[in-house]
């Protein structure tokens, strides 16, 4: 038998939903974090950029592609039973107003980087994104 | 302001030597971040992560030790437990400006955060952060401990 005298987690995939106004960029995370372009944070923000231009993909296709994961069949109702009702209606807008709306899930075991996102609770926007990633708390 | 030097003595623990002017609003004024955003939050939180749970061995030493040790540098070894290389260079850089203190990385319980300070960019980040020496970071264990005089 072994035994662990540590912390002892299992991986872990937290969803996102981003809302974009404009092109995803490193300039426009690092502006959405809430730093200038010269942050020391900057490599930090361009590691977020990376992956949410990897992960995310149209919420309805991510809906209708995990409905078993979920047991939602389109967008509406995964909103309904997963987020708040500012959110859900913050993401008809922006779908109405044909903004993209994207989902995707941050990886606790891809790099150290991508896990603190991944175990992270957080919510920003600006004028070009909404980038939720409320889920993400352990 | 001189930089910050960092000397592990073990998994955990290390001996800090920075300016006092170093507090939590200079590193996040370093860090280039907006007030109250999500920037600003990493910051403070690795503030707190890194000098948290910091022990000011100058002031540990005035305010309970020096009855006890005839010098800092004695109180350091004997007290302190520091190899000897450790004390010469404390010794050798040390002022009243200067910050001597002992940390402990397990301290703040920001497990995940911690972590992330271990990969290259968290380091790179903390390195910018505190204005570490970088060519003055080291380990402690190859120092024998036998004797001072």
């Known amino acids: 038998m072994k035994v662990r005298a540590d912390f002892v987690t299992n991986s872990s995939a937290t969803a996102f939903i981003l809302i974009k106004r404009a092109d995803l960029s490193p300039e426009g995370v690092r502006r959405l974090m809430g730093m200038h372009n010269d942050s020391p944070l900057a490599p930090i923000a361009d590691v977020l950029s990376e992956r949410l231009e990897e992960y995310g993909r149209p919420i309805d296709d991510v809906v209708r592609d995990t409905v078993k994961r979920h047991g939602a069949s389109d967008t509406e109702t995964y909103l309904k039973e997963n987020v708040s009702e500012e959110v859900a209606r913050k993401v008809a807008a922006a779908k109405e107003a044909g903004h993209s709306v994207e989902m995707g899930w941050l990886s606790s075991d891809v790099d150290e980087v991508e896990s603190f996102l991944c175990c992270e609770s957080f919510e920003l926007e600006n004028d070009d994104y909404y980038l939720n990633a409320v889920a993400c708390y352990w | ?149």
């Open chain 2, 1 to 149: 302001m001189a930089k910050t030097t960092v000397t592990w003595i073990g998994d955990d623990k290390f001996v800090v030597m920075m300016d006092r002017a170093m507090t939590r609003e200079a590193v996040i004024a370093r860090g280039k971040a907006f007030q109250g955003t999500f920037s600003s939050e990493i910051i403070s939180r690795l503030w707190d992560c890194f000098c948290g749970g910091l022990t000011d061995l100058k002031k540990e030493y005035e305010d309970y030790y020096k009855p006890e040790y005839p010098s800092f540098g004695h109180f350091l070894f004997w007290k302190c437990g520091l190899p000897k290389r450790v004390v010469r260079t404390i010794l050798a850089s040390d002022s009243d400006d200067r910050l001597v203190a002992l940390g402990d990385a397990c301290a703040s319980g920001d497990y995940i955060l911690s972590q992330m300070v271990e990969s290259e960019v968290g380091h790179g980040l903390l390195a910018a952060l505190l204005d570490l020496d970088e060519g003055r970071q080291s380990d402690g264990e190859d120092d024998d401990h036998e004797s001072e005089s």
